[in-house]
């Protein structure tokens, strides 16, 4: 009758093991299901050399309730609003169980080097994207090095 | 093996790492642990029966391929189901002698390729550091030599000593010096070696044996024509193996570890054999219980034996989750367990989840007593006045006094420590010790009693192995403060 379903403590251990390149996430000392993220600027993009940084939750029904993910640094991305949230579908409709984590933290990374101004979540910056892309790129890479320098 | 988190990864440093891709075909993606109560999807997918159930009652698709899915479409599999059994049952036993030898090998650290080789038996060995680039390394590096060694130094182990080999051409070649090389070499040979029909008796090569004969020999049997076996389908499923005289088994495998392996082999094989659906129980049907009264919803409860406590939400949960059991207890599973088993799987579902749900509230001390088996009786008797005048304050101060100790035990240990500094670094194996702690659902629970007891409560400090307490006893004799505090928590549940 454990609290922590042994998938949690599972994918824990390999994130903490065997991490992903450019991705850390470590649970909470007070907390299991509550992870610290941080998560490398993608090369090539906007946001190369930044350092951003995420909390994530796995609710109590994870895995059948995607876990909550939220940049916790100001980032200018089409798809990630001022309070950071995210619009990631993965993380909405198309949630599985087969998913995990490590999944999830690829996908934000993912998401990062290529957004989606087509489907926006902060219209303003979206707008900005569609209409002047290298201008919004330039701003977005001055974001970076202003909120998510490497320490 | 149950209680220790097996992963695949545990074959990465293995002599055979791709077993690592068997370890996680063999598991549900869902939990991540070994398939329990296989289930086939339309789309070919395969989860545990619970699992997908599950899922299925929050989203009708597959977590695979997102197709439709419906539960009514789930298929069981018993020949997986058996798979995964045989395979857990001689898992550790694989593990154990495949894995590398690292500990007790004598040039820790040594990396050199001629010293490894020079070692004796041990020179199965890569070091113990050495990641899986490393063994490549070795493998290339003697893979110009390893061909004309095959042939010309087979049986000359002794010129081998001073020179790199590869992995698999050692094992051959000191296959009759240690054990261990034997057994590894029996079962590289298993795939190419006669094994005996467990039924005839004769020797085929395995292959043939598994594809053709057998069903061969079995059919044949079954018509009555040999009648010196008996027939398989009459055995029961813990028989002791009718194959391997020992005289003959020591042809192909060295021993013991074999021999478990075939006990168990067979006793899957005739657990498939004679597997049937079991036709006995009806399906739960999915209820729209939502839309029903409560004490419509109490009826339906009632009519399963099932508790009716709780709000008309806990009861749907309950309700769910029971018919989640159910169906894949009794249409899915090979060996169906007593509704009795059931029950009490639901009741430890609620009580996990109770703990869960009761994280912020003040009922955490009701979580707390309702996972203990012991004391619950008493307990609840207590409770049934807990909102009333009648409560005995002393009688629950006296059946949780020993929790009560601990959790101010705890408690002080816990301020002083943040008085001592907070300067300790948390390590890693402070992080695994939390991972343990958190399982048992008292973890939580515990804290937060100790935050209304202690004003300042430092969570960083719950590591107790740095604090060093002179007299947990000592503290423990003042009868006044202890009761003042057993007082609050009284009244604190009382208000609850």
């Known amino acids: 009758?454990?609290?922590?379903?042994?998938?949690?403590?599972?994918?824990?251990?390999?994130?903490?093991?065997?991490?992903?390149?450019?991705?850390?996430?470590?649970?909470?000392?007070?907390?299991?299901?509550?992870?610290?993220?941080?998560?490398?600027?993608?090369?090539?993009?906007?946001?190369?050399?930044?350092?951003?940084?995420?909390?994530?939750?796995?609710?109590?029904?994870?895995?059948?309730?995607?876990?909550?993910?939220?940049f916790l640094t100001k980032i200018y991305h089409p798809n990630i609003d001022r309070l950071g949230r995210i619009c990631l579908d993965i993380l909405k409709t198309n949630w599985s169980p087969a998913l995990q984590i490590r999944t999830v933290l690829l996908s934000v990374q993912a998401l990062l080097a290529s957004p989606n101004p087509n489907d926006p979540l902060a219209n303003d910056v979206a707008e900005d994207w569609i209409k002047n892309e290298t201008g919004a790129k330039a701003k977005a890479k001055e974001w970076t090095s202003l909120y998510a320098k490497k320490e | 093996m149950e209680n220790q988190i097996s992963d695949a990864s545990d074959f990465a440093h293995t002599r055979i790492p791709k077993l690592s891709q068997l370890d996680t075909l063999l598991r549900c993606h869902i939990c991540k642990d070994f398939l329990k109560v296989p289930v086939l999807t339309p789309c070919g997918h395969t989860f545990c029966s619970v699992c997908i159930r599950e899922y299925i009652n929050v989203q009708a698709k597959c977590p695979l391929c997102l197709t439709e899915l419906r539960d009514s479409m789930l298929r069981s599999e018993f020949l997986v189901s058996e798979i995964i059994d045989t395979y857990r049952s001689i898992r550790s036993d694989i593990l154990e002698i495949i894995k590398k030898p690292e500990d007790n090998a004598e040039s820790r650290g040594n990396t050199s390729l001629i010293e490894l080789g020079s070692e004796q038996d041990d020179s199965l060995i890569i070091d113990a550091d050495s990641n899986e680039d490393d063994d490549i390394q070795i493998i290339e590096s003697s893979g110009r030599k390893s061909l004309k060694r095959t042939t010309t130094d087979l049986t000359g182990s002794s010129s081998l000593r001073n020179g790199p080999r590869s992995k698999y051409f050692k094992?051959?070649?000191?296959?009759?010096?240690?054990?261990?090389?034997?057994?590894?070499?029996?079962?590289?040979?298993?795939?190419?070696?006669?094994?005996?029909?467990?039924?005839?008796?004769?020797?085929?090569?395995?292959?043939?044996?598994?594809?053709?004969?057998?069903?061969?020999?079995?059919?044949?049997?079954?018509?009555?024509?040999?009648?010196?076996?008996?027939?398989?389908?009459?055995?029961?499923?813990?028989?002791?193996?009718?194959?391997?005289?020992?005289?003959?088994?020591?042809?192909?495998?060295?021993?013991?570890?074999?021999?478990?392996?075939?006990?168990?082999?067979?006793?899957?094989?005739?657990?498939y054999l004679n597997s049937t659906a079991d036709t006995g129980h009806q399906r739960l049907p999915k209820l729209d219980l939502p839309s029903m009264t409560i004490t419509q919803?109490?009826?339906?409860?009632?009519?399963?034996?099932?508790?009716?406590?709780?709000?008309?939400?806990?009861?749907?949960?309950?309700?769910?989750?029971?018919?989640?059991?159910?169906?894949?207890?009794?249409?899915?599973?090979?060996?169906?367990?007593?509704?009795?088993?059931?029950?009490?799987?639901?009741?430890?579902?609620?009580?996990?989840?109770?703990?869960?749900?009761?994280?912020?509230?003040?009922n955490s001390i009701g979580a707390l007593m309702t996972s203990r088996s012991d004391t619950q009786h008493a307990y609840k008797k207590l409770l049934l006045n807990l909102?009333?005048?009648?409560?005995?304050?002393?009688?629950?101060?006296?059946?949780?006094?020993?929790?009560?100790?601990?959790?101010?035990?705890?408690?002080?240990?816990?301020?002083?420590?943040?008085?001592?500094?907070?300067?300790?670094?948390?390590?890693?194996?402070?992080?695994?010790?939390?991972?343990?702690?958190?399982?048992?659902?008292?973890?939580?629970?515990?804290?937060?009693?100790?935050?209304?007891?202690?004003?300042?409560?430092?969570?960083?400090?719950?590591?107790?192995?740095?604090?060093?307490?002179?007299?947990?006893?000592?503290?423990?004799?003042?009868?006044?403060?202890?009761?003042?505090?057993?007082?609050s928590l009284g009244t604190r549940s009382h208000s609850a």
């Open chain 2, 297 to 362: 919803v109490k009826q339906k409860l009632t009519n399963l034996g099932l508790s009716t406590n709780g709000s008309k939400q806990d009861m749907i949960a309950r309700y769910n989750y029971f018919e989640i059991l159910w169906n894949s207890n009794f249409c899915d599973s090979l060996n169906p367990v007593e509704v009795s088993e059931l029950k009490r799987q639901l009741l430890s579902w609620e009580a996990s989840r109770k703990v869960h749900n009761n994280k912020g509230s003040s």
């Open chain 2, 171 to 271: 094992t051959n070649s000191k296959a009759k010096r240690s054990s261990t090389a034997s057994r590894i070499d029996s079962m590289i040979k298993k795939s190419v070696e006669l094994v005996p029909c467990p039924i005839c008796e004769k020797y085929f090569p395995v292959k043939e044996l598994e594809r053709t004969h057998l069903d061969e020999c079995l059919t044949l049997q079954s018509l009555g024509r040999k009648p010196k076996e008996e027939p398989v389908k009459s055995k029961p499923v813990l028989k002791k193996p009718r194959v391997t005289p020992s005289e003959k088994s020591h042809l192909l495998r060295s021993h013991q570890d074999s021999k478990i392996e075939q006990d168990d082999s067979v006793s899957h094989v005739d657990k």
């Open chain 1, 1 to 70: 009758m454990a609290s922590l379903p042994k998938r949690i403590i599972k994918e824990t251990e390999r994130l903490v093991t065997d991490p992903v390149p450019g991705i850390t996430a470590e649970p909470h000392d007070d907390n299991l299901r509550y992870f610290k993220v941080t998560i490398e600027g993608p090369a090539g993009s906007p946001y190369e050399n930044g350092l951003f940084h995420l909390e994530l939750y796995l609710p109590d029904d994870y895995p059948m309730e995607a876990p909550k993910v939220r």
């Open chain 2, 387 to 487: 909102k009333t005048d009648k409560f005995d304050r002393k009688g629950w101060c006296t059946l949780f006094r020993k929790q009560f100790r601990r959790l101010i035990k705890d408690a002080k240990k816990m301020r002083k420590a943040s008085i001592k500094g907070k300067e300790e670094v948390v390590s890693d194996k402070i992080q695994e010790d939390l991972i343990v702690k958190a399982e048992t659902p008292n973890q939580v629970t515990k804290e937060k009693i100790a935050d209304a007891v202690v004003e300042k409560p430092v969570p960083d400090s719950t590591n107790e192995e740095h604090v060093s307490d002179p007299s947990p006893e000592e503290q423990l004799t003042d009868p006044d403060l202890s009761m003042d505090l057993l007082d």
